[in-house]
């Protein structure tokens, strides 16, 4: 089945640790997206992606860091210069080169610092 | 002023009852707009594009009135299962990146 894969589902962190959470995507689709949702507030753009080695900051990106060396696979990593980082992160992709494209999301992972 | 805004409710409506939500974006370069719905501590999931005509999926019809900058949702004959947050979606202007609301909690109650 196509689809956007998240793991871990749920992660709990340590004050001062740095962790990677991973998103995985066989869609075929160039763009990826890492959102931050915080209890009643909407989505957040934290970093995005349109092509391989290619990415760029989004309205909260300082304290995470992502990478994208494969298409498939848009890893983000939140540092520990990230100062409130409980939340739910959303991965999702869409393709490109087209106004009216819908964005796909990962089940998504919550993290809580501990 | 947020780039998209929505009504954050409750809507507490009854089985069968008609309920409707709008969402205003700040944008008018905007060209893409979506409603996503969204279960308890799930991800987002597409529940219908929304066109310039207009659109109707079922029991759900989705408008945009561009002049004002807003885009509803609609739902008749609700049913239980019809109860979750609704998310607006809208592109920022000639970008594809999308901007998301708060959220819209519907409940519908038996």
């Known amino acids: 089945d196509g689809g956007i894969t998240q793991s871990p589902k749920y992660l709990f962190r340590k004050e001062g640790q740095n962790v990677t959470l991973s998103c995985e995507q066989n869609?075929?689709?160039?763009?990826m997206y890492w959102y931050r949702q915080d209890p009643g507030q909407g989505l957040r753009l934290i970093y995005y992606?349109?092509?391989?080695?290619?990415?760029q900051k989004g309205d909260i990106a300082e304290g995470y860091s992502v990478s994208r060396e494969k298409k498939e696979s848009f890893p983000l990593t939140v540092t520990s210069a990230q100062k409130n980082p409980t939340a739910f992160y959303l991965c999702?992709?869409?393709?490109?080169?087209?106004?009216?494209?819908?964005?796909?999301f990962g089940q998504g992972t919550r993290l809580t610092v501990v | 002023r947020k780039e998209v805004e929505q009504d954050p409710g409750p809507f507490n409506v009854p089985e069968g009852a008609t309920v409707a939500f709008n969402c205003t974006y700040s944008?008018?370069?905007?060209?893409?707009f979506f409603w996503y719905r969204q279960d308890c501590r799930k991800e987002p999931k597409l529940l219908m594009s929304?066109?310039?005509s207009g659109n109707e999926d079922g029991r759900f019809t989705a408008q945009l009135n561009r002049a004002s900058q807003y885009i509803s949702l609609l739902i008749r004959d609700s049913k239980l299962s019809d109860s979750a947050t609704y998310l607006c979606?809208?592109?920022?202007?000639?970008?594809?990146?999308?901007?998301f609301g708060a959220g819209t909690t519907v409940t519908v109650r038996a």
């Open positions: 944008n008018s370069a905007s060209q893409s």
């Open positions: 992606s349109q092509i391989v080695n290619d990415f």
């Open positions: 999702a992709s869409s393709i490109t080169g087209t106004m009216n494209t819908e964005a796909f």
């Open positions: 869609l075929n689709h160039d763009a």
């Open positions: 979606a809208v592109n920022r202007g000639d970008d594809y990146k999308l901007s």
């Open positions: 929304v066109y310039s």
